[in-house]
C-alpha cells in the first residue's frame, strides 16, 4: 500500500511540474545584483516616496531608565500521537493525554493573564490511516490561533479529538515557527512551549533496520522491521529545535515540558537533548533539564515557572546602548549583573528590539511583579 | 489513449481543482493581491486530504507602494501586503539603533534574491524568511547596512560574512 502511495505522490508530483499550476523558482544568484528591467523598476520607483527618515531612528540615550514589561505569546505545540494514550511510567490510570488536558485547564487562565496563547497539535486530527500518520506540512496554520482568553478553545481540542498517528515533532516545530514568522507582531515576544513524551519519529529517511525504535511499541529497541516511520527521530528533533531558537533572522526560545517514561532512558535523554537546544533548559537543580512531569501538579508548576521568564522577568530597554555591555540592571532595588551563559543573571534577548530577560535567581519566583530599571553609557 | 496517460489527465484535473490529495504532497499556486498583481506560492496537502489554503513565498511583483526587499522600513504597511513581505529586525546581529527592513518568505535561497542593486551578498532563506548575508566590503540593497553578527556563534556558522543586511 506504502508503495502504492509513494507512486500516486511521484505521479502527481510529475503531473503537477508538468501542468504549470503554478510557477517554480529555481534561480541561480550572482553575486552582483542589478535591478531588473520592467514592472519592479516602477515599484521602486514609488517606495522612493515612502523612505524612512533617518531621524526617526531611534539612537542611544544616556540615563536612567526604568524597563517595561515586554508583552509575550505563547504557542503550544502539544503532542496528539498514539502514545500519548498511554499512562505514565505504564502504571496505568490517567493517561498523558488526560493529565496534560487536566493540568492545562487548571494553568492556562492564569497564564493567559499575561500572555497571548495559541495551540498547535500533533500528529493532524484524523491521522489514523498509515499514510497520513506522519503527514504534517510546513504550512502556517494552527489549530488555535494566538489571542487572549483561548483556554476553552484550546481544552476544547483535546475534548473533540483524540489520540492517534506518528509523532512527527520536528514537523510540528516547523509549523509552529511558521506560522508565529508569517503573522508577525513586532511589539510581541514569541516562545513554543512543546510538550511531549519525548518520542519522535516519523523520518522516512532512516534505515529502520538499524534505527532505534521510537514509535508506539517500539519500546527504544533496536530496528522497526520495515517502518522508517517509527524510528527514534532525535536527531532531527534536537536540529530543528537549534535551528529555531538559534538562528540569525527570528531566534525563538522553546521550551519543553516532557511527559517522560522513565522506565525508558531513551526518551528523557531526548528531550533533556531538547530542552538544552531550546534555549530555556530547566534550571533547577536535581531535576532534568526539561520541564519534568509525573503528576499533575507538576505540570502546573512547569506551567507557571515558564510564564513567570516569559510574562514578568522580560523587559524593553528604551535605550539601547551600542555597546552590550555599557548597561547596568537592578531589579526591585538590588544589582542583577548581565550573565551571557543564562544561568543566573540578565542578558539580552533580543537587542534590536531592546529586550532583555532576567535568568535563574535573578527572576523573583516570590514577587507579584518586578521593578527594573536599566542605566545606560552612550559611546 | 495508455492507462498512464488517463491517470496523468485524472490526476491533473484533481489537482488543479483543489480536489482529493495525497498527505504530504505540495503543489505550487497563485495568490492574486489586491490591485491586480499575483503572487507565486505553494499550498500542501493536509492529513483529510484536502489542500490547504496558498501559502506566498518570495517577493511580490507590481504591489503599488511597497518598498523593495531589504529596504528599511518603520511599519508592516510599507512593506506591501501582509504575504508579500514583514517589516522586522534580524535577531542575530548588533542592531542596537533597532534598524528594520522588509523581507519576505521563502523556500530555497532563489526566492531571496535581492531586487535592487547589491554587491557582496549571499541571500538565504532561514526557516522559511529571506535574509541576506553580507561578506566584507558588501553594499547591501537600498538603504540598509551591513550589520555585524550578535554572538560568537554565529560568527564561527558563517564563515566569510560579517553579517546581515538591516
Not at chain 1, 151 to 167: L, M
Not at chain 1, 207 to 213: G, K, L
Not at chain 2, 79 to 89: E, M, N
Not at chain 2, 121 to 127: K, S
Request: with cysteine.
Amino acid at each position: 500500500m506504502m508503495l502504492a502511495a509513494r507512486r500516486r505522490s511521484a505521479l502527481l508530483a510529475a503531473t503537477l511540474a508538468a501542468c504549470g499550476c503554478g510557477a517554480k523558482t529555481g534561480l541561480l544568484v550572482p553575486d552582483v545584483y542589478q535591478p531588473p528591467d520592467g514592472p519592479d523598476a516602477d515599484v521602486m520607483d514609488v517606495a522612493d516616496v515612502l523612505d524612512v527618515p533617518e531621524a526617526e531612528v531611534p539612537r542611544c540615550r544616556p540615563g536612567t531608565f526604568p524597563l517595561t514589561e515586554r508583552a509575550a505569546d505563547i504557542l503550544l505545540v502539544l503532542d496528539r500521537s498514539g502514545s500519548m494514550n498511554q499512562s505514565l511510567n505504564g502504571r496505568g490510570g490517567t493517561s498523558k493525554w488526560r493529565l496534560l488536558r487536566d493540568a492545562l485547564a487548571a494553568t492556562l487562565p492564569r497564564v493567559e493573564a499575561r500572555v497571548r496563547v495559541g495551540a498547535l497539535f500533533f500528529p493532524e486530527d484524523g491521522a489514523e490511516s498509515r499514510l497520513a500518520a506522519c503527514a504534517f506540512a510546513n504550512i502556517p496554520s494552527v489549530d488555535v490561533t494566538l489571542a487572549s482568553g483561548t483556554t476553552p478553545q484550546v481544552i476544547g481540542v483535546f475534548d473533540n479529538t483524540g489520540t492517534g498517528g506518528g509523532t512527527p515533532t520536528a514537523a510540528a516545530l516547523l509549523r509552529g515557527y511558521t506560522y508565529l514568522v508569517r503573522n508577525p507582531d513586532r511589539t510581541r515576544a514569541r516562545y513554543i512551549v512543546l510538550a511531549t513524551d519525548g518520542a519522535p519519529n516519523c523520518n522516512g529517511a532512516l534505515d529502520p533496520s538499524t534505527c532505534v525504535c521510537g514509535g508506539p511499541g517500539g519500546g527504544g529497541g533496536r530496528g522497526c522491521g520495515s517502518d522508517a516511520n517509527r524510528c527514534l527521530d532525535d536527531q532531527r528533533a534536537v536540529s530543528t529545535i537549534t535551528q529555531i531558537a538559534t538562528n540569525a533572522v527570528t531566534a525563538m526560545p522553546v521550551f519543553v515540558i516532557g511527559l517522560a517514561d522513565h522506565t525508558d532512558s531513551t526518551f528523557a535523554t531526548t528531550l533533556r537533548r531538547m530542552a538544552v537546544a531550546g534555549g530555556r533548559p530547566n534550571r533547577a537543580t536535581g531535576v532534568p533539564t526539561y520541564y519534568d512531569v509525573q503528576r499533575p501538579d507538576e505540570l502546573t508548576a512547569a506551567l507557571t515557572t515558564i510564564q513567570n521568564e516569559v510574562a514578568r522577568c522580560t523587559f524593553v530597554a528604551p535605550s539601547r546602548p551600542t555597546n552590550p555591555d555599557a548597561i547596568t540592571l537592578t531589579v526591585n532595588g538590588a544589582p542583577v549583573p548581565r550573565d551571557p551563559t543564562r544561568v543566573n543573571g540578565w542578558d539580552w534577548t533580543d537587542m534590536g528590539f531592546g529586550e532583555l530577560t532576567l535568568f535563574g535567581t535573578a527572576c523573583p519566583r516570590d514577587t507579584a511583579t518586578n521593578t527594573a530599571t536599566a542605566t545606560v553609557g552612550c559611546d | 489513449m495508455t492507462a498512464v496517460r488517463r491517470a496523468l489527465a485524472a490526476l491533473l484535473l484533481m489537482a488543479c481543482r483543489g480536489g482529493e490529495c495525497d498527505p504530504g504532497a505540495q503543489q505550487p499556486c497563485a495568490l492574486r493581491l489586491d490591485g491586480g498583481a499575483t503572487q507565486r506560492g505553494f499550498q500542501a496537502c493536509t492529513s483529510t486530504g484536502l489542500w490547504s489554503a496558498c501559502n506566498a513565498v518570495g517577493t511580490c511583483s507590481g504591489a503599488a507602494g511597497a518598498l523593495p526587499a531589504y529596504s528599511r522600513c518603520t511599519s508592516m504597511a510599507q512593506c506591501g501586503p501582509d504575504t508579500c513581505a514583514a517589516c522586522g529586525h534580524y535577531t542575530g546581529v548588533r542592531n542596537p539603533e533597532g534598524y528594520e527592513v522588509c523581507y519576505g518568505y521563502c523556500q530555497a535561497d532563489g526566492d531571496c534574491a535581492p531586487t535592487t542593486p547589491a554587491t557582496g551578498v549571499t541571500p538565504r532563506c532561514v526557516l522559511g524568511q529571506c535574509t541576506l548575508l553580507c561578506a566584507a566590503g558588501a553594499t547591501c540593497p537600498r538603504d540598509s547596512r551591513c550589520l555585524p553578527w550578535a554572538t560568537t556563534e554565529l560568527v564561527s556558522a558563517n564563515p566569510g560574512f560579517e553579517g546581515l543586511c538591516e
